[in-house]
C-alpha cells in the first residue's frame, strides 16, 4: 500500500540556517510527488511538485526537493531560512483509485520552528 | 479573490447535536473534498466529489454526510456528532473533476471543531 513517512516531526532552526525536512514514500510505480506548507490558522499551500523529468524541483519562496528514487525520499530543501517560514510542512504522494479518479496520501507533517 | 471558504472557523458543540460545516469556492471549480487532520495522523480524506450529485467516500467517511447541490458549495454534515469527530477540518477544490494532479488543490483556512 502506498505510504508516506516523515520522520521528524519537530524541527528547530535558527534564521539564516539551511534547512532539510525529510520524506520518505513507498508506491510501485513512479510516484507524483507534492510538498505543501501549512502556515498558522491557513490551509495548506502548495510549495513544489514532482511528476517526471528533472529530479530537482523548484518551487516557491526559495523551496526545493530531489527526487531520488533509490532512497525513496523526496526532501525538501532551503538554503537561508526566514523567520516567515515557520509552519508545518507535509510530504504528500498521489495515489490513483481503482474509479480513475486521484487520491493524495498525506504525510504526518514536520512542524518548523524559526529561531532570530 | 480566488479562494475556499469555510465556515465557522471554530465551533464547539455537544454529543449527538447536528451541525453543518460550510464550503464554498469561487473559482468555478469541478472538484471539491472535505480532509481532517489530527496530530499524528495527517491529512485523511473524508469525501469527495467530482461534480455537482456526483459524490464519493474517501478514507474515514463514517460519521459525515456531505452533499453537492451546486458546483460552488459542498457542505459537510454531521448528524450526531461524537467526541472522536473533534478535529480540524479542511475543504480543499481543484479545477479538473478527477482531481488529477496537474490541478493543485486549493485549501481553506480549516474549521476547528470540538465535540463534548
Redesign the interface.
Known sequence: AQS?TQPD?HITVSEGASLELRCNYSYGATP?L?WYVQSP??????LL?Y?SGDTLVQGIKGFEAEFKRSQSSFNLRKPSVHWSDAAEY?CAV?ADRT??????I????TRLKVLA | EAQ?TQNPRYLITVTGKKLTVTCSQNMNHEYMSWYRQDP??????IY?S?NVEVT?K??VPEGYKVSRKEKRNFPLILESPSPNQTSLY?C?SSLDG????NS???????TRLTVT
Open positions: 508516506v516531526i507524483y507534492f490558522g491557513q490551509g495548506l499551500q502548495l511538485k511528476f507535509f498521489g474509479s480513475g479518479t486521484y487520491k493524495y498525506f504525510g504526518t507533517g | 475556499v499524528g495522523l495527517g491529512l485523511r480524506q469527495y467530482m464519493d474517501g478514507d479542511f480543499a478527477s482531481g488529477s494532479y493543485p488543490l486549493h485549501f481553506g483556512n480549516g
